[in-house]
C-alpha cells in the first residue's frame, strides 16, 4: 500500500519560511519522480515543483521560481520543498504527488499516488 504522508505546514507570516517533507513507503522510491502541488479555497489544484528521481532534473512553476527549492533523500524516501519569502497567496493546501518514471510533469492527472496533504497559511 503507497503511503504519502506530508508534514511541516502552519501558520507564518509573510516573508517567512518553511520547509514542507513528504515521506513515501509502499513503493521504490527510485522509481519514481516526486512534485508538490497546491490547492487554494475554490481554485483548481496547481503545480508548484517536481524533482526527477535522480535529482538531475528540476522544475517549478512561474510563481516559485528563487523562492522555493524542491529536494529528495532517497535513502529516506522523503522530498521537501522548501519555500521561502512566503507570500498570502501561497495559502493553500500542498500536496505530495508521486509519477512513476524519470521525467518531472506539471500536470496532476499525470502523477499516480497522492498525499493527503498539508496546510499553508501565510498571514500578511
Known amino acids: 500500500q503507497v503511503q504519502l504522508v506530508e508534514s511541516g505546514g502552519g501558520l507564518v507570516q509573510a516573508g517567512g519560511s518553511l520547509r514542507l517533507s513528504c515521506a513515501a513507503s509502499?513503493?521504490?522510491?527510485?522509481?519514481?519522480?516526486m512534485a508538490w502541488f497546491r490547492q487554494a479555497p475554490g481554485q483548481e489544484r496547481e503545480f508548484v515543483a517536481a524533482?526527477?528521481?535522480?535529482?538531475?532534473?528540476?522544475n517549478y512553476a512561474d510563481s516559485m521560481k528563487g523562492r522555493a527549492t524542491i529536494s529528495r533523500d532517497n535513502a529516506k524516501n522523503t522530498v521537501y520543498l522548501q519555500m521561502n519569502n512566503l507570500k498570502p497567496e501561497d495559502t493553500a493546501v500542498y500536496y505530495c504527488?508521486?509519477?512513476?518514471?524519470?521525467?518531472?510533469?506539471?500536470?496532476?492527472?499525470?502523477?499516480?499516488?497522492w498525499g493527503q496533504g498539508t496546510q499553508v497559511t501565510v498571514s500578511s
Open positions: 504527488a508521486a509519477r512513476s518514471g524519470t521525467v518531472t510533469m506539471s500536470v496532476p492527472d499525470r502523477y499516480d499516488y
Open positions: 509502499g513503493l521504490t522510491f527510485t522509481s519514481y519522480s
Open positions: 524533482i526527477s528521481w535522480s535529482r538531475d532534473r528540476t
